[in-house]
């Protein structure tokens, strides 16, 4: 029996999520059934975590076991042939007995992009969060820093989620712009809660409109879900941008 490590990346504009679903197309679905096609036997993977309906993903990570003997170097090469155009197997690896691409993940980074669309940009709309007026960097970024180290993100938690610790440890979280009116949200963490991204970035949003103080943020991690006002930032602004399966360590200065 070997197990296998996958990286994929999605456009998950036409699907309902990551995981698998039984009426209707999840990316579960799709890469199971081309992977039991490919090595001849009935396949389940795990994935490194969900993504909602409208989400994309840069790396995502897959595990599964297989008695394929299918050489290694073949796996990306041959899914890539039959998988839809928008679903990428972007690395194949053997990985060790026992892998488990959710249980061992040490960190994720996830990355929100925010375009400034006075008219609505029709060939951007299934990727960005197009807003109208345009928010102010600075005031982004000092919400943003209050986020780092460990908090208890229960009222940035959406209701339906998986029960887990809402207490996560965030690495790094910061803005950035690009050219006049693109705005790229960065947070990478130990773990995130549902709609945990989408939820901070609504607020952080308000904030960079002028609606409401930078740190209010701080105000809202000591409160629960419904004593503040909040709302999960659109799907298709959201990707899962990196799967780490190694401590984080802190980069030095440049």
């Known amino acids: 029996m070997r197990t296998l490590k996958l990286t994929i990346s999605y456009d998950g504009t036409g699907y309902s999520g990551f995981q698998r679903l039984t009426n209707r197309k999840g990316i579960q679905n799709i890469i199971e059934a081309k992977l039991s096609h490919l090595l001849k036997e009935s396949v389940q993977v795990a994935g490194s975590g969900r993504t909602d309906a409208g989400v994309h993903a840069r790396c995502q990570v897959v595990s599964l076991e297989t008695e394929s003997r299918i050489p290694i170097d073949r796996v990306a090469i041959a899914m890539n042939s039959i998988l839809p155009g928008d679903i990428r197997v972007l690395l194949a ?106 939820n901070l970035v609504w607020s952080m949003i308000q904030i960079g409109l002028g609606r409401k103080e930078p740190d209010s943020i701080a105000r809202e991690l000591l409160a629960a879900r419904g004593e503040f006002e909040n709302s999960p930032a659109p799907p298709q602004g959201l990707y899962l941008a990196k799967v780490s399966y190694e401590p984080y360590v802190e980069k030095e200065p440049s």
């Open 93 to 198: 690896e053997e990985a060790p007995s026992g892998f488990h691409a959710r249980k061992d993940v040490c960190w994720k980074e996830y990355e929100y992009i925010v375009q400034h669309t006075p008219v609505p940009d029709p060939f951007s709309s299934h990727y960005v969060w197009q807003l109208k007026e345009k928010p102010g960097l600075e005031s982004l970024n000092e919400a943003a820093r209050l986020l780092v180290g460990t908090h208890n993100f229960k009222g940035f938690r959406s209701s339906g989620s998986v029960e887990s610790s809402p207490i996560k440890t965030i690495y790094y979280s910061a803005w950035e712009q690009q050219g006049e009116n693109r705005f790229i949200y960065r947070i990478g963490g130990s773990g995130f809660v549902y709609h945990m991204v989408r």
